[in-house]
């Protein structure tokens, strides 16, 4: 039966990871490709590394950094990250990279999207919404790390490009980002039922019942979690083991 | 050991290589029928899509190289579905070497196309699975699947049985991910290295 995924984000800023990070084990939890080999080896079920380097350098920082990822992980791995062309995808995956995130291009370019999937596959293309439900109780998709407001829904937009040929959705609610009170089950289940491809839920995760109710009530199919697992809040094993314990589907 | 990976236009080689690189053995990868010939292994990796393959494939005369093979070889992914008899993907006729055709996944209103992530392997029935634990979990990405045949080595259920590893000869295929397995795949790998 297919499993359900237990994804770690990693944020990269000019090649290192940013968020504060609490590891013993580690020499130097700073270096993206120490801390992914650490997740692997832990259990996590795919890695994402989202770099936030707002520089002319950052596409040859990044595919370096794909590279030196590629070499030693032995799990799937998706970056992301001001990804706004072809070539910039192409890059990416030539360096090893198995999936792309794009987000705020492919929304200012839709074509993006279906230009990027004809020409490397559905398969590898990631499209990162961000959502913020609003006052009046609509979710709309936002742009540029969450800082542009756009009059789209989230629903309207997940449907558009998964039409347009995206492989999966990882989808982010900014209510719920960083809160550790639970991811968003209604959006997610309403994307999730929505469309053909796999979502993959961000954000609020703070407890392993967060996640079974994530797989559960909010339909998802992979859930992403970052400084929860940084900083050893949960830890991948036991969170594994205990969603395996609730009858869900899960590698360990 | 020396070990060729086919060359051609398909993604997820540099994956290949590194997992190899990761067992100690240094793939060349290539289209040189020469080198593919002298090669102790072959890997014929592969992520795109079947008919633009098969194209590519046959400009080259590699379509003939690669069935005329003797010595053990593993396509990955799309690399096992162009070994297959014909593929779905496109109406597109492959190489013939497995038995088994290659079709889409149907929606069944519950299950998400393509497979995206990881599945376990059962009822192996090849040393390509010495070693491992019953129903393994492996790394799928994939719209399209072989059906169940005489070649079949290993299942895989998503939205219904399908081949997840075929075996004929000297040709094996996985459909899943072996470079991108962990443990599980990195044992596949050094099985595959292993035939005697």
């Given amino acids: 039966m297919l499993a359900k995924r237990i994804i770690a984000c990693l944020d990269i800023k000019n090649g290192r990871t940013v968020k504060g990070v609490n590891f013993e084990n580690i020499r130097d939890a700073g270096d993206p490709v120490e801390l992914g080999a650490f997740y692997a080896a832990a259990g996590i079920d795919e890695l994402v590394f989202l770099d936030i380097t707002a520089t002319n350098e950052k596409r040859k920082t990044l595919a370096d950094l794909a590279k030196k990822i590629a070499a030693v992980i032995n799990i799937p791995f998706t970056v992301g990250g001001g990804v706004a062309s072809i070539e910039d995808v192409r890059v990416l995956l030539q360096n090893g990279a198995d999936k792309i995130a794009v987000n705020s291009a492919a929304f200012k370019n839709p074509e993006l999207v279906s230009a990027l999937a004809k020409e490397f596959g559905s398969q590898c293309i990631v499209v990162a919404i961000d959502t913020k439900q609003e006052a009046d109780g609509e979710w709309y998709v936002y742009l540029n790390g969450g800082t542009v407001a756009t009059k789209t829904t989230c629903l309207a937009w997940a449907q558009e490009v998964a039409k347009l040929g995206a492989g999966e959705i990882l989808l982010t609610s900014m209510n719920h980002d960083g809160t550790k009170a639970g991811f968003a089950l209604d959006i997610t289940s309403a994307v999730s039922k929505s469309v053909a491809i796999p979502v993959i839920a961000s954000g609020g995760g703070g407890t392993m019942a967060h996640f079974e109710d ?3 009530k909010g339909a998802a199919d992979a859930a992403l979690a970052a400084s929860i697992f940084h900083f050893k809040e949960i830890e991948v094993h036991a969170l594994k083991s205990y969603l395996l314990d609730k009858g869900l589907p899960i590698r360990l | 050991m020396n070990v060729a990976i086919v060359k051609y236009n398909a993604g997820n080689i540099l994956s290949v290589t590194y997992a190899l690189e990761r067992l100690g053995v240094s793939a060349v990868v290539t289209d040189n029928v020469e080198l593919l010939q002298k090669a102790d292994r072959i890997i014929f990796p592969g992520v795109g899509e079947a008919s633009t393959a098969m194209t590519y494939l046959k400009e080259r005369n590699l379509d003939t190289v690669i069935k005329s093979l003797e010595q053990p070889v593993l396509g990955i992914c799309l690399g096992m579905q162009l070994l297959c008899s014909y593929s779905e993907e496109n109406n597109t006729t492959c190489l013939s070497v497995f038995d088994e055709s290659v079709v889409s996944f149907l929606p069944n209103g519950t299950d998400k196309i393509p497979q995206v992530g990881w599945n376990t392997i059962s009822e192996y029935g090849s040393p390509l699975f010495n070693g491992l634990a ?3 979990y492996c790394y799928f990405v994939h719209g399209y699947y072989a059906a169940l045949g005489p070649d079949t080595i290993a299942t895989t259920h998503y939205i219904l049985p399908y081949s997840a590893a075929l075996q ?8 899943f991910h072996p470079e991108k397995s ?15």
Avoid at chain 2, 188 to 195: G, T
């Fill in chain 2, 168 to 175: 004929k000869n000297n040709f094996y295929g996985v459909q």
């Fill in chain 2, 182 to 196: 962990a443990a599980v795949g990195e044992k596949i790998l050094q099985n595959f290295l292993d035939i005697k």
């Fill in chain 1, 214 to 216: 994530v797989f559960t």
């Fill in chain 2, 134 to 136: 019953p129903d393994a």
